[in-house]
C-alpha cells in the first residue's frame, strides 16, 4: 500500500517556492547594492575611482595619465606632421587618415591634460562628463574630414605611392600608438576615467591607421589593380571614429545635467 501523498513538497531544493523566494532575495540585494553604490557616486557628483582607491594612491596615478598625456602629445604632433607631409606628397588617403587622428590624439591627449589638472578634482564626474563631451563634438567633425578624403580619392581613382618615408612613418606610429593605447587604457580602467578609454581608443585607431598605411602601399606594390584599398580603409576609419564620437554624446550629454550642480573644479 503506497503512502497516500500530503501535498507538501520539500523546501530548500531548486525549484521550490521557498529557493525561488530565496534566490529573488538574493539576487535583488546584489542588483540593489550595485545600484546604491552607483547612486551615492552619483549623488556625490563622483566617479567610482573615489570609493576604490586611496587619496595619495589616486593622485599617483593621476600624475600618471598627465605624464602619459604629455608623451602623447609630443609623440603623436611630430608622426602628425611627417603623415601630413606623406599624405600630400603621395596621395594617401590612409596616411591623411592617420594624420587627422594623430591630430585628434593631441587634442584627446590635452583634454585630459586638463581633466587632471585640478588634483581636487581627480574623481570629478562632472569634469569627466564634460571631457568626454568635447573628445566626442572632436571625433564627428575629425570623421567628417576623414571620410571626405578618403571618399575623394575612391571617386578620382588615386592610387598611393610607395616610398621608404611613407614605410618608416606607417612602423613607427603602429608600434608608438599601440603602447600608447596600452598604457591609457590601464590608467582609465583605475580611474575609473572614460575620457582616459577613449583617449586610448584614437590612439589604437592611430596604431591601426599605421599599420594600414604599410598594408595598402605594399598591396598596391603588388597588385595595382587594388588601388581602392587604400581609400577603402580611410572610409572604415572615418566611420567607426564617427559612430564612437556620437555614442559618446549619447552617453555623456545626459550625464553632464545630471551632475552639473556638483562642480568640484576648485
Same mark, same amino acid.
Request: include cysteine; proline fraction near 3%.
Given at each position: 500500500?503506497?503512502?497516500?501523498?500530503?501535498?507538501?513538497?520539500?523546501?530548500?531544493?531548486?525549484?521550490?517556492?521557498?529557493?525561488?523566494?530565496?534566490?529573488?532575495?538574493?539576487? @535583488?540585494?546584489?542588483?540593489?547594492?550595485? @545600484? +546604491? &553604490?552607483?547612486?551615492?557616486?552619483?549623488?556625490?557628483?563622483?566617479?567610482?575611482?573615489?570609493?576604490?582607491? #586611496?587619496? %595619495?594612491?589616486?593622485?599617483?596615478? $593621476?600624475?600618471?595619465?598627465?605624464?602619459?598625456?604629455?608623451?602623447?602629445?609630443? +609623440?603623436?604632433? /611630430?608622426?602628425?606632421?611627417?603623415?601630413?607631409? =606623406?599624405?600630400?606628397?603621395?596621395?594617401?588617403?590612409?596616411?591623411?587618415?592617420?594624420?587627422?587622428?594623430?591630430?585628434?590624439? +593631441?587634442?584627446?591627449?590635452?583634454?585630459?591634460?586638463?581633466?587632471?589638472?585640478?588634483?581636487?578634482? +581627480?574623481?570629478?564626474? %562632472? $569634469?569627466?562628463?564634460?571631457?568626454?563631451?568635447?573628445?566626442?563634438? =572632436?571625433?564627428?567633425?575629425?570623421?567628417?574630414?576623414?571620410?571626405?578624403?578618403?571618399? %575623394?580619392?575612391?571617386? &578620382? #581613382?588615386?592610387?598611393?605611392?610607395?616610398?621608404?618615408?611613407?614605410?618608416?612613418?606607417?612602423?613607427?606610429?603602429?608600434?608608438?600608438?599601440?603602447? @600608447?593605447?596600452?598604457?591609457?587604457?590601464?590608467?582609465?580602467?583605475?580611474?575609473?576615467?572614460?575620457?582616459?578609454?577613449?583617449?586610448?581608443?584614437?590612439?589604437?585607431?592611430?596604431?591601426?591607421?599605421?599599420?594600414?598605411?604599410?598594408?595598402?602601399?605594399?598591396?598596391?606594390?603588388? %597588385?595595382?589593380?587594388?588601388?581602392?584599398?587604400?581609400?577603402?580603409?580611410?572610409?572604415?576609419?572615418?566611420?567607426? /571614429?564617427?559612430?564612437?564620437? /556620437? #555614442?559618446?554624446?549619447?552617453?555623456?550629454?545626459?550625464?553632464?545635467?545630471? &551632475?552639473?550642480?556638483?562642480?568640484?573644479?576648485?
Amino acid at each position: 500500500m503506497r503512502p497516500r501523498a500530503t501535498g507538501r513538497r520539500r523546501s530548500g531544493y531548486p525549484g521550490s517556492p521557498s529557493w525561488s523566494h530565496s534566490y529573488w532575495l538574493w539576487q @535583488l540585494s546584489t542588483e540593489g547594492a550595485v @545600484l +546604491v &553604490t552607483e547612486l551615492m557616486c552619483l549623488t556625490a557628483g563622483l566617479l567610482e575611482s573615489s570609493m576604490r582607491l #586611496k587619496p %595619495h594612491e589616486a593622485q599617483s596615478y $593621476r600624475k600618471k595619465a598627465l605624464w602619459v598625456s604629455w608623451i602623447s602629445i609630443v +609623440v603623436t604632433l /611630430i608622426l602628425a606632421v611627417a603623415a601630413f607631409t =606623406v599624405s600630400f606628397m603621395r596621395h594617401s588617403a590612409s596616411a591623411f587618415g592617420f594624420a587627422f587622428d594623430a591630430t585628434l590624439d +593631441v587634442l584627446s591627449s590635452v583634454i585630459v591634460l586638463w581633466r587632471y589638472s585640478n588634483a581636487a578634482a +581627480v574623481h570629478s564626474a %562632472h $569634469r569627466e562628463y564634460i571631457a568626454c563631451v568635447i573628445l566626442g563634438i =572632436v571625433f564627428v567633425l575629425s570623421s567628417v574630414c576623414i571620410l571626405g578624403k578618403a571618399i %575623394h580619392n575612391l571617386a &578620382t #581613382k588615386m592610387p598611393p605611392e610607395v616610398d621608404d618615408f611613407l614605410f618608416s612613418v606607417s612602423i613607427v606610429s603602429g608600434f608608438t600608438c599601440a603602447v @600608447l593605447a596600452v598604457a591609457k587604457f590601464m590608467l582609465g580602467r583605475v580611474l575609473t576615467s572614460r575620457a582616459l578609454i577613449t583617449d586610448g581608443f584614437n590612439s589604437m585607431v592611430g596604431s591601426i591607421m599605421g599599420f594600414s598605411i604599410l598594408i595598402s602601399a605594399e598591396v598596391f606594390k603588388h %597588385h595595382a589593380d587594388v588601388w581602392f584599398l587604400d581609400g577603402t580603409i580611410g572610409v572604415l576609419i572615418g566611420l567607426i /571614429i564617427m559612430a564612437y564620437g /556620437i #555614442k559618446l554624446l549619447r552617453d555623456m550629454v545626459p550625464r553632464v545635467r545630471q &551632475t552639473r550642480n556638483y562642480e568640484r573644479f576648485e
